[in-house]
């Protein structure tokens, strides 16, 4: 199983991939600082990131974008 500091370094080399490659589709992502938790600490599993990294390459596959 992957830590979190993995599937975080992962997850923010996929966003700068598509933010630099397909901006377009980047903004359709939805990543907006009003769906950031405003806790101090909020709780995000290593589940919730392998999740998000699952969408992430889905979005990559679909659109057969070639990293």
Do not use: C, G, R, W
């Amino acid at each position: 199983m992957k830590t979190v500091k993995d599937l975080l370094s992962e997850i923010s080399e996929l966003l700068l991939f598509i933010k630099k490659e397909y901006p377009v589709s980047y903004k359709l992502l939805d990543e907006n600082p009003i769906t950031i938790p405003n806790l101090e600490h909020p709780h995000v599993s290593t589940e919730d990131l392998e999740k998000y990294l699952e969408i992430l390459k889905d979005l990559i596959a679909k659109k057969q974008i070639k990293k």
